[in-house]
């Protein structure tokens, strides 16, 4: 109960500590660690929530999210609002958008936390699939693209972007290849 | 069926919100929602005060009556602004007659202010062999203008690894009654030279 008790306090912390202004403008400043390390750790703070969400929460909420489907719809529509390059940018210059980016990506993870277990196993990989080739698409858009998509970053920090993207998709897809071909389980997903 | 409803209340919501926050799917960047926006609500420039190259205080209300192109530079610029200004200068050279005839005028107001002196905007319009009669380099006379007119813009300036700038660029129009109509980008001088050529047009038939 104590270990319990204690883990969604760092959670809270974790969660003030990104939104503290410097650590906020820090991330902020370079598209890659918007991308690739803000959203994210908000999203998996998310995600630990929703595993630490009492248990009668937890069925309250099954009753409308049958399969998981709900919160996956939920969790796609929040995710291709944040890909889009001007809600990137909107966060950085308004305030309000920035709000919502810390509302809306935690509520995008508890989403995923309480509706991926539930989700049906075809499902789940068609959507793995779907993750896995967005990954490599915006990696291909970002490195090859002569613009910038965000008028507050650097083409390159895009490049950059598109370079992490495509190695994390390439990693992704070997550690994959590993698991159908050899049963090796390189990770838990 | 609760999960269905609920779904279904989801996806249109979320759908809805994409489809507004889009533009109804027409402006996915900052760049194509603010050419978009000056298309649908065109507005009226305030009357900031520049001061251009020959040290003369200027307001953009100053050429109402011609169509005025503006292009945001700074002179110590290594790329983008080169093709901004080489576009202006083919404008120049393609609409000299309307030029003459107090039609069109081009405007370059420097996002740099401080290091921009008008003795180096000077050299920046002669390096583009500019006619300082139809084409003026300015610089804003303070920083809060600055701020002001990058704002009404919408020009976002951000620092580059080189110690210069990465910035929105484009060509804006603003129309004879002083409002900004419309922005084109770097790559889409040859729609904007069709554009003036009906736009100018038109404003030549209504006043004869």
């Given at each position: 109960m104590?270990?319990k ?11 003030v500590?990104?939104?503290l202004?410097p650590m906020q ?15 994210p750790?908000?999203a998996i703070i998310?995600?630990?929530l929703g595993k630490?969400?009492?248990?009668n929460w937890k069925?309250?909420?099954t009753?409308?999210?049958r399969?998981?489907i709900?919160?996956?719809v939920?969790?796609v529509?929040i ?5 889009l390059?001007?809600a ?7 305030w309000h ?8 990506v ?10 991926w277990p539930l ?5 789940q990989?068609v959507l793995?699939?779907e ?19 965000c008028?507050n970053?650097?083409?390159?920090d895009?490049?950059i972007?598109?370079q992490?993207?495509l190695?994390?998709g390439?990693?992704w897809?070997?550690?994959?290849t590993l698991?159908?071909m050899f049963?090796?389980?390189?990770v838990k997903? | 069926m609760r999960?269905?409803l609920?779904?279904v209340?989801?996806a ?5 919100i994409l489809?507004?926050s889009?533009?109804?799917g ?7 929602a603010?050419?978009l926006?000056v298309?649908e ?5 305030p009357?900031?005060?520049l001061?251009n ?6 307001t953009?209300q100053?050429?109402?009556g011609?169509f005025l192109?503006?292009?945001f ?7 983008v602004c080169?093709?901004l200004s ?6 120049q050279?393609?609409?000299s007659?309307?030029?003459e005839?107090n039609?069109l005028r081009?405007l370059?107001i ?10 180096r905007?000077k050299?920046?319009l002669?390096h583009?062999s500019a006619n ?15 701020e002001?007119?990058l704002d009404?813009f919408k020009v ?6 080189y110690g210069g ?7 804006h ?6 409002r ?5 980008g770097?790559?889409?001088?040859n729609?904007l030279k069709?554009y003036?050529?009906?736009v ?8 004869s």
């Amino acid at each position: 109960m104590i270990i319990k008790v204690k883990q969604e306090w760092l959670l809270l912390t974790a969660f003030v500590v990104l939104a503290l202004p410097p650590m906020q403008q820090f991330l902020e400043q370079s598209m890659v660690t918007h991308m690739l390390v803000q959203i994210p750790v908000l999203a998996i703070i998310g995600w630990m929530l929703g595993k630490k969400l009492p248990e009668n929460w937890k069925s309250k909420i099954t009753l409308w999210n049958r399969w998981g489907i709900t919160g996956m719809v939920l969790a796609v529509i929040i995710m291709t609002y944040w890909m889009l390059p001007r809600a990137l940018d909107a966060a950085i210059s308004e305030w309000h958008f920035e709000l919502v980016k810390f509302v809306t990506v935690p509520i995008m993870g508890i989403a995923l936390s309480l509706s991926w277990p539930l989700l049906h196993p075809i499902a789940q990989g068609v959507l793995k699939l779907e993750f896995w080739a967005t990954f490599m698409r915006l990696g291909w858009l970002y490195l090859d693209l002569p613009d910038r998509l965000c008028a507050n970053y650097l083409l390159g920090d895009q490049r950059i972007l598109g370079q992490l993207l495509l190695l994390g998709g390439s990693a992704w897809a070997v550690a994959w290849t590993l698991r159908v071909m050899f049963g090796t389980r390189i990770v838990k997903t | 069926m609760r999960t269905f409803l609920a779904t279904v209340f989801i996806a249109i919501t979320g759908s809805l919100i994409l489809w507004v926050s889009t533009d109804r799917g027409r402006a996915f960047t900052v760049e194509e929602a603010r050419r978009l926006d000056v298309r649908e609500n065109p507005r009226f420039v305030p009357e900031w005060h520049l001061q251009n190259q020959d040290l003369e205080t200027v307001t953009i209300q100053d050429w109402r009556g011609s169509f005025l192109i503006v292009d945001f530079i700074y002179t110590s610029c290594p790329s983008v602004c080169l093709i901004l200004s080489g576009g202006l200068k083919s404008l120049q050279k393609d609409f000299s007659s309307e030029l003459e005839k107090n039609n069109l005028r081009l405007l370059s107001i420097s996002f740099d202010p401080e290091k921009d002196t008008p003795q180096r905007l000077k050299e920046h319009l002669s390096h583009f062999s500019a006619n300082f009669k139809y084409w003026i380099a300015a610089r804003p006379v303070s920083s809060s203008q600055k701020e002001a007119i990058l704002d009404f813009f919408k020009v976002i300036v951000i620092p580059d690894e080189y110690g210069g700038y990465t910035h929105s660029a484009g060509y804006h129009v603003i129309d004879p009654q002083g409002r900004l109509v419309a922005i084109f980008g770097v790559e889409q001088l040859n729609e904007l030279k069709e554009y003036l050529t009906q736009v100018v047009n038109k404003e030549n038939d209504h006043q004869s």
